[in-house]
C-alpha cells in the first residue's frame, strides 16, 4: 500500500500498544474523515502469549474494526528493541513516504523498556527525517509538524486529553482483538504487569482522565514545551 500525505502516523512498540493507549482517539480522527495510519515496531512475538502468525492476526482484525487508513510493521525484533540509527531509519522512510502532519509515539516514561525504546526511535526519526543530508537515500526531507506522545504503563502529567466518549465501544472492540493478550486465570493475569487486565487498566485511565475533564472518557497526551496560541480558539469555542 502506498499511501501520501497521511495525516496522523501512530508508532507503537507492539500490536495493541496503539488501541490501548489512543485507539479512541484513532476512532474519533477516523470518524471524521482524518487518514491514521499505525506503524507497529515489532510483530509481539515475544509476548507471554500469542505466537507471531497469531498476533498478526489479530493486529489485522483490530485494524479492520478501526478502519484504519494503513498499517506496517518495522519488523524490529521484540524484547530487543533499541533507538539506533538503523531502527530509526526504518521509520524515516515511512515518514518521508508518508508525510504525515503528526506523528504519535509512546510516552518515553514507561516500564516496559521496547516502549522507552520505540520513543527514542520516535525522537530521532522525527528529527532526522527533516534533515535533507541524513538518509538521503529514504527520500525527500520531511518533518511531521509535531510529536505527540501517547501513554502507555506509566504516568506523566498530561498536555492535553482527548474526549473519547463516543467511540469507548469500538475502542474495546478492537483491544479485544488481541484475545491472546487477556487473561482468564489469576495465573495468567500474575504474567502481566500490575497484574492487571490490559483493557481493564485503558479503561480504568479514560475513565480517570475523562473525570478531571468532564466527560466519560479521555485519553491523555504529551507534546514538549507549550501550544502555540492559535489553541485558544479551542478554548472559546468551549470544545
Ligand atoms: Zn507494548
Redesign the pocket.
Known amino acids: 500500500m502506498t499511501h501520501h500525505h497521511l495525516d496522523v502516523l501512530v508508532l507503537?512498540?507492539?500490536p495493541?500498544?496503539a488501541e490501548i493507549g489512543c485507539g479512541g482517539t484513532i476512532a474519533r480522527l477516523l470518524a471524521v474523515g482524518v487518514t491514521v495510519g499505525v506503524i507497529d515496531a515489532t510483530h509481539g512475538e515475544a509476548a507471554t502469549r500469542g505466537d507471531l502468525a497469531t498476533r498478526s492476526m489479530e493486529a489485522a482484525a483490530a485494524s479492520a474494526v478501526l478502519g484504519l487508513t494503513m498499517r506496517e510493521c518495522l519488523g524490529l525484533s521484540d524484547a530487543a528493541v533499541v533507538a539506533d540509527d538503523t531502527s530509526a531509519a526504518r521509520l524515516i522512510a515511512i515518514v518521508r513516504r508518508t508525510r504525515p502532519t503528526l506523528l504519535l509515539a509512546p510516552l518515553p516514561i514507561d516500564a516496559?523498556p521496547?516502549?522507552t525504546a520505540v520513543a527514542g526511535i520516535a525522537r530521532r526519526a522525527y528529527f532526522h527525517s527533516g534533515l535533507a543530508k541524513v538518509h538521503r537515500e529514504l527520500g525527500a526531507a520531511y518533518r511531521p509538524k509535531a510529536l505527540v506522545s501517547y501513554f502507555?504503563n506509566d504516568f506523566a502529567p498530561p498536555s492535553f486529553c482527548v474526549d473519547v466518549s463516543g467511540h469507548v465501544e469500538k475502542k474495546h472492540a478492537a483491544v479485544r482483538c488481541y484475545a491472546s493478550q487477556f487473561g482468564h486465570t489469576d495465573e495468567q493475569r500474575a504474567h502481566y504487569l500490575r497484574r492487571l487486565d490490559p483493557l481493564e487498566r485503558a479503561a480504568a485511565r479514560d475513565r480517570y482522565f475523562g473525570s478531571l475533564c468532564g466527560v466519560a472518557a479521555a485519553e491523555p497526551f504529551a507534546v514538549e514545551g507549550p501550544f502555540a496560541l492559535d489553541a485558544i480558539a479551542l478554548l472559546l469555542r468551549g470544545a
Open positions: 507503537a512498540a507492539h495493541d500498544d516496559h521496547d516502549h502507555g
